[in-house]
Each structure stands twice: as structure tokens, then as C-alpha cells.
């Protein structure tokens, strides 16, 4: 159990962000890379829209299937780049992650806590991009259109994003809704290189721009599922959530 409750920290840490068999579509012409993003962009709701968000509170569970275990789970984020988040598991404690904008930090009550660097740390630092939709080109310098495939029962367009440090991101927008709906990461750790899977699903209008209510995250070791009941925009959110604890 232990284990597995430090494998889904990494994951968390990683990115938000089960995969379905994919399967290929037919050849035709693909669409840009500007054209995808900037459908995406309007598909939420659109730029002005998405940037009179500067706060985001978010609650739910955070379930691990595999073990029959469910948590409290609540995120919070300000713009430009700060994030945090916060799992309480009754009978092993809370686990808790953030990033202030410069230092990223995890705290578990198995592995105590640690300060993020290397890929693990740019990773965060992408993924904390309060408006990172509208920041994608800058967040990945080298991004291209691979293909059209299948996900699920709907076809998205896969675009291939390398933000330049060794990692690499897969991002695939539904050809209809233009929405975002599976993210594929990829990163060294210390213990290898590995591949992470995440669905969006179930997305909701919230202040005039679209949220994605449920999140699954799979690697090889572990899966998990983020429900949000409650996501509130514009509300007042403690600094200290982004800091660093002190040492005991």
C-alpha cells in the first residue's frame, strides 16, 4: 500500500494529465498546428474568456480502483504559475504537492518531505501555467500534427509536443469538440524512463470556460481517478498552499 502511494505522488507531480487501444484512421490532410490550438483555445470558451480566470479551487476524490481506496482530493491554483494540491486518506494521512512559482516540493507522510528538480521539476513548472492553454507554443518550442487515430469511439488529432529537457508530451484533441481529451507523458525518473496515460473526461462550463470534471492517470503500475464535485474560479486562495514546509 505504501507503494502505491508513493507511485501515485510521482504521477501527480508529473501532470494532470488508461488509454484506449488506438487504432488507426485513414489518411487525409491534417490540420496545422495553429489551427488545433486555436480551436482548442475557442472550444473552452475562448482567450478573453479564459483569461478573467486567475484563481482555481477544486474538490473531489481522488480514487486508486486497483485497491478499493478513495481520498478527499482538493486543487488549487493562481496565475501566472502556482499550484498545489492536497489528498487526505483516512488511516495513512494527507499527501500534499506544490509549486510557488519557483521551488516545486511533494510531502507524504511514507517519504517525508522533498524538494522536485530536473525534469520532474520543469514538468511541474510547465503543468503550473495557470493559462497554459493559451501558452502552449512557448511551453513546447518543437510541436507537430503526427496523425489522426482513434480514441475510444471518437478520432483526435495527436500533436507531438518536446519542451526541449528530455521529456515529451502527446497531446490528442477531439476532431469535433476540439477539446483536449487524452494527454500521453513521458520523463526520466531514477528508477527509468516512464510513460504516463490520462483521459479527460465529463467537461463542464464553469465562468464561461469548459473544466474537465473526471481525470484518469495510468502508468504500467498504477491507475487512479480524479472526480471533481465542486470547482469554484476567482476565489481567494493562501499563499502559504504554494510554499515549501519547513524542514521538522
Not at 205 to 227: C, L, M
Request: charged residues 25%; proline residues 5%; glycine residues 8%.
Amino acid at each position: 500500500m505504501m507503494r502505491v502511494f508513493r507511485v501515485a505522488m510521482v504521477l501527480l507531480v508529473a501532470g494532470w494529465y488508461v488509454a484506449p487501444v488506438l487504432a488507426q484512421a485513414p489518411a487525409e490532410a491534417l490540420p496545422s498546428v495553429d489551427q488545433v490550438l486555436d480551436r482548442y483555445v475557442a472550444a473552452l470558451g475562448g482567450k478573453a474568456a479564459i483569461e478573467k480566470i486567475t484563481t482555481r479551487v477544486a474538490k473531489g476524490t481522488f480514487e486508486l480502483p486497483d485497491q478499493g481506496v478513495v481520498g478527499t482530493y482538493e486543487a488549487f491554483a493562481k496565475a501566472p504559475n502556482k499550484s498545489g494540491s492536497e489528498i487526505q486518506f483516512e488511516g495513512f494521512g494527507v499527501v500534499r504537492q506544490g509549486f510557488d512559482g519557483t521551488v516545486g516540493w511533494a510531502e507524504s507522510p511514507q517519504a517525508g518531505l522533498r524538494e522536485m528538480a530536473g525534469q520532474e521539476l520543469s514538468n511541474t513548472r510547465r503543468n503550473a501555467e495557470f493559462h497554459q492553454p493559451l501558452k502552449l507554443r512557448e511551453l513546447f518550442p518543437k510541436m507537430s500534427v503526427k496523425e489522426r487515430r482513434q480514441v475510444g469511439m471518437r478520432d483526435a488529432y495527436v500533436l507531438e509536443a518536446d519542451p526541449g529537457d528530455g521529456s515529451m508530451r502527446w497531446m490528442y484533441f477531439d476532431a469535433e469538440s476540439s477539446l483536449l481529451v487524452q494527454v500521453e507523458n513521458e520523463w526520466d525518473t531514477p528508477q527509468g524512463r516512464i510513460k504516463s496515460e490520462v483521459l479527460f473526461e465529463d467537461y463542464r462550463e464553469v465562468d464561461g470556460v469548459k473544466v474537465a470534471f473526471v481525470i484518469r492517470q495510468s502508468n504500467p503500475n498504477i491507475r487512479f481517478v480524479i472526480q471533481l464535485s465542486d470547482v469554484r474560479h476567482n476565489v481567494e486562495v493562501d499563499e502559504a498552499k504554494f510554499k515549501k514546509p519547513a524542514s521538522p
